[in-house]
């Protein structure tokens, strides 16, 4: 059915007639109807709305009046539910402002869903924030709980969690032991050198500043060579710290 429509939504307007005649056809299966309704969906002309109308009686397949109302809702830019009668008393207010008021009517419609979109991304952005700070504080916690001598495996497991931000924290963590002169595990810092290279850009400086911090030669050994392709400048500072530059 959605091949059927799309190649006849293709079609230029004059097409329309000949789409309200198959409609009209008592003898039609309904899921040619629901094809035909779904492409004249992509025509906004008044007589589209009149035949749509039409398919909403009771005696109308039920497939066909669903197809009808999500079409009316798309033409249409407005929702007055299942009710026909409902619908005929709109359309009588409102069909003499003929296809410039359908298209108004869309344009609003489209604006406000653009909006009531917008609204719901900002509001999952916020709650993902939260958990966020929520997961990193309980990591923290669990991690200033974990016996010392078992903190370096669960480093290990900070560095390479698929998340972003419980790498960042593991390299944050890593900076706070060799600041307190806790001890690395080889294990560790040789994550720590592989981690210059994350698949994360925001994460490489990062872990060039706390590899130079464990082993300020050996960091410079292994960032030389990115130099000439860093594009990031906060990535270049980092290299060029280490580097002495």
Not at 72 to 90: A, I, K, N, P, Y
Not at 164 to 179: I, P, S, T
Not at 189 to 214: N, Q
Not at 225 to 234: I, N
Request: a negative charge.
């Amino acid at each position: 059915i959605p091949e059927l429509a799309d190649a006849i939504g293709s079609y230029p307007p004059e097409v329309l007639p000949t789409l309200f005649q198959r409609l009209d056809h008592e003898q039609g299966p309904a899921t040619e109807k629901v094809a035909l309704i779904a492409a004249m969906s992509r025509f906004t002309e008044v007589e589209v709305v009149d035949q749509l109308i039409n398919c909403l009686g009771p005696e109308i397949d039920a497939s066909v009046r669903a197809a009808a109302l999500q079409a009316l809702v798309s033409v249409t830019g407005v929702d007055h539910g299942e009710s026909m009668t409902r619908w005929q008393s709109w359309w009588r207010n409102n069909r003499l402002q003929g296809r410039d008021g359908l298209i108004r009517r869309k344009l609003r419609r489209l604006e406000r869903d653009r909006n009531e979109a917008l609204l719901r991304i900002q509001t999952l952005q916020r709650d993902v924030t939260a958990l966020t700070g929520d997961l990193l504080a309980a990591v923290n916690r669990n991690y200033t709980l974990t016996e010392p001598d078992q903190r370096n495996a669960l480093l290990l497991t900070l560095l390479q969690n698929p998340r972003v931000a419980v790498r960042r924290l593991g390299l944050d963590l890593v900076e706070q032991r060799v600041l307190n002169a806790e001890p690395l595990s080889p294990e560790v810092v040789a994550l720590l050198e592989k981690t210059i290279s994350d698949p994360a850009a925001p994460l490489r400086p990062l872990a060039i500043r706390r590899l130079a911090l464990v082993d300020a030669s050996k960091a410079a050994q292994l960032v030389g060579p990115l130099l000439a392709a860093a594009e990031d400048p906060e990535l270049e500072s980092a290299i060029l710290t280490v580097l002495g530059q």
